[in-house]
């Protein structure tokens, strides 16, 4: 079985909002394929959040990051061209009825650890917003 082998997986997607359901349909198939069925759920639920944030608030080509450290920890992130730091997260109570600004909130609350780091590449700037999960 692959859970004890690190693995990393990227999709690059267009600025484009049907982009975040293709994101959330094959990190499903991703983690379904390496036996971690049970994390699917909150994975897709904070990759959307994440994936979303980048298509939303950035004009550029974004990606979804997938990867597994071999050791129990599945890192999800969501890199964009703006190198702004992303908003900071709301209060999870004052974020939920609101319709705008619930991503980073809901990343906050369910992930195990969240961040953000700016990022520099062959002259393109940009930012990597990421989250992680343990298996329980």
Same mark, same amino acid.
């Given at each position: 079985m692959s859970e004890n082998h690190p693995w990393e997986y990227s999709l690059y997607i267009p600025n484009d909002p049907r982009a975040v359901t293709i994101c959330r349909r094959t990190l499903r198939l991703i983690?379904?394929?390496h036996g971690l069925i049970r994390m699917v759920d909150l994975? !897709? =639920?904070?990759?959307? !959040? =994440?994936?979303s944030n980048a298509v939303r608030h950035t004009k550029g080509p974004a990606a979804l990051r997938v990867r597994w450290s071999g050791g129990g920890v599945l890192r999800l992130g969501a890199w964009d061209a703006d190198p702004s730091p992303p908003e900071p997260p709301q209060p999870f109570d004052r974020a939920v009825d609101r319709e705008d600004g619930r991503g980073l909130a809901m990343v906050r609350a369910c992930a195990d650890v969240w961040g953000w780091q700016p990022l520099s590449r062959e002259g393109n700037r940009g930012k990597y917003v990421w989250c992680e999960l343990g298996v329980a």
């Open positions: 983690l379904t394929m994975a !897709e =639920l904070l990759a959307t !959040e =994440l994936v």
